[in-house]
C-alpha cells in the first residue's frame, strides 16, 4: 500500500505564489510517475502536472510558464511550485502516483490540498 500526504495548501492573491509538497510512504517501485491534479468546484478533476521516473514532465497547458512540478526520489516526494497564481487555479490539489503492480498499474492519491486565489 502507498500513503500520499500533501502540504503547502493555503489562501493566496493573484499574483501570488505557492508550493506544494507531497510525501509518499509505504511500497515504492523505482518505475513511476509522481505528480499533480487538480478538482475545482463544480469542474472534473484534471492533470496538472506529470512527473515520470527518468524526470520527464507533462503540463496542462492552462500552467505552462507558471508552474514547475520536480521530484526528490531519495525522499519519496513530489513538489510543486505554483507563480504567476490566478483565480482559475482555485482548486483543491491532489498528490498522485502510479506504479505497476501485479502487471498492472495503480493509481494512488492524496487527500488533497486547498489553494484559493483570491483578493
Known sequence: QVSLVESGGGL????????L????SGTIFAMNAM??????PGKEREMVAMVSATGYTQYADSVKGRFTASRDDAKST???QMNSLK???TAVYYC???QRVA???RDYWGKGTPVTVSS
Not at 493566496?12 to 508550493?19: A, I, N, W
Not at 509538497?21 to 509518499?24: E, F, Q
Open 87 to 89: 483565480f482559475d487555479d
Open 96 to 98: 498522485t502516483l502510479t
Open 12 to 19: 493566496v492573491q493573484p499574483g501570488g505564489s505557492l508550493r
Open 78 to 80: 513530489v513538489s510543486l
Open 103 to 105: 502487471g498492472k498499474d
Open 21 to 24: 509538497s507531497c510525501v509518499a
Open 35 to 40: 505528480g499533480w491534479y487538480r478538482q475545482a
